[in-house]
């Protein structure tokens, strides 16, 4: 096979790979967009309430919410999906702060092990999946493309959910 023939057949296994990561990114913005207008739900029916909003306020604002995830863009729900996920890659500021938070007296030994289990298992992905070259540059936000970053972040957050991994730890 020559060089054009075989980065075609390259290109064919890059957009299989690609529709599966938009068919699995669809269905985590799904249960996502059901979270957050569950949330928005009960935030609205604890402010009727506390008699901050009327009931007929309730719906306008809740269709408000649907509109606005109908409305995204694919860029715009991946971003929403994997928001502050880069802080957790290698140079990113969670694992700063995890780092800093280990020396300090009193710490919650407990917390750390779940948050030390969620860095190896993301960084068994990294490499996994042969981000490692890129992975500070993806936390740093530096010398990389809007694209590639998101399609990184967004592979291994998947993958991360995956291997039980909580939304709410990957994005906290």
Same mark, same amino acid.
């Given at each position: 096979?020559? %060089?054009? /023939?075989? =980065?075609?057949? !390259?290109?064919? %296994? &890059? ?8 068919? #699995?990114?669809?269905? *985590? @913005?799904?249960?996502? #967009? ?10 609205? !029916? %604890? ?8 009931? !007929? ?11 606005? @995830?109908?409305?995204?863009? /694919?860029?715009?729900?991946?971003? /929403?999906?994997? &928001?502050? $996920?880069? @802080? +957790? +890659?290698?140079?990113? +500021? ?7 938070? #280990?020396? *300090? /007296?009193?710490?919650?030994?407990? #917390? $750390?092990? =779940?948050? *030390? ?15 490692d070259s890129?992975?500070? &540059? ?8 809007? !694209?590639?970053?998101? &399609? ?6 998947l993958g991360?959910? *995956? ?10």
């Amino acid at each position: 096979m020559d %060089g054009a /023939s075989k =980065s075609k057949a !390259e290109q064919g %296994g &890059n957009s299989s790979r690609e529709l599966e990561l938009q068919i #699995k990114i669809d269905a *985590e @913005f799904e249960e996502y #967009k059901k979270a957050q207008l569950a949330g928005a739900l009960e935030l609205y !029916e %604890g402010l009727v309430k506390a008699d901050s909003l009327r009931q !007929e306020e309730v719906e306008p604002k809740m269709e408000k919410r649907r509109a606005e @995830f109908s409305s995204m863009d /694919s860029y715009q729900r991946i971003v /929403s999906l994997v &928001n502050n $996920f880069h @802080f +957790w +890659w290698p140079g990113g +500021w969670y694992r700063q702060m995890l780092e800093e938070r #280990k020396l *300090e /007296s009193g710490a919650d030994k407990a #917390k $750390f092990a =779940s948050d *030390e289990q969620l860095v190896r298992d993301l960084d068994e992905l990294i490499r996994e999946r042969g981000y490692d070259s890129i992975a500070e &540059n993806i936390a740093k936000k530096e010398n990389i493309d809007r !694209e590639t970053r998101l &399609n990184a972040l967004a592979d291994v957050y998947l993958g991360m959910r *995956e291997k039980g991994h909580a939304r709410t730890d990957l994005v906290r």
